[in-house]
C-alpha cells in the first residue's frame, strides 16, 4: 500500500501537489493506491486527511467540473465539502466515492478484520466452569 500521510498543520506546498498529480497521470497503481488510502482514512475515522487526499485525488483525476456535471452539485460546493473546514454528508460523500471507483474501474469492498472478532475467554471464567463440571 502507498503512503500517503500528510501533516495537517503545513500547507502543501505547489510543488508537491504537481508530483501528486504527475505521479498519478503515469502510475494506475498509485492512482488506485491514492483513492483507497483516501477512502480508508475515512472509514479509520480520520476524515481530515481522507478529504485532503480525495480533494487531491480528485484535482490530479476527474476534476470538480466533471464531478459537478455527475453529482449535480457545483463545483464550488465540492471543494467546499472536501476542504478543510467542510463538513460532507455521508449521502454526498458515498456518491463521490461510487463515481470515483467508477471512473478509475475499481471496488474497494470493506472486509472485517480477524482479529477484531476473536475473543478470547477469560481465564477465571473458563477456571470456574472446569471445576464445577468436574466436581459433580
Known sequence: ??????PLIMALTRDFKETIRARVK???GFRKALLREGIEN???GDVETGK??????????????????VTHRS??????????????QARNLF???AYLQQAEG???EIRPAR??????????AQAGRRASVGGR
Not at 52 to 69: E, H, M, P, Q, Y
Not at 75 to 88: E, F, Q, T
Not at 115 to 124: D, G, L, Q, T, V
Open 1 to 6: 500500500m502507498v503512503s500517503y500521510v500528510l
Open 26 to 28: 503515469r502510475d494506475p
Open 42 to 44: 475515512f472509514l479509520s
Open 52 to 69: 485532503i487526499i480525495l480533494r487531491d485525488f480528485i484535482n490530479a483525476t476527474v476534476g470538480f467540473t466533471k464531478l459537478s456535471d
Open 75 to 88: 463545483a464550488k460546493s465540492l471543494m467546499r465539502m472536501l476542504g478543510p473546514r467542510g463538513n460532507p
Open 95 to 97: 456518491e463521490i466515492v
Open 106 to 108: 475499481v471496488r474497494f
Open 115 to 124: 482479529a477484531a472478532f476473536r475473543r478470547k475467554p477469560r481465564p477465571s
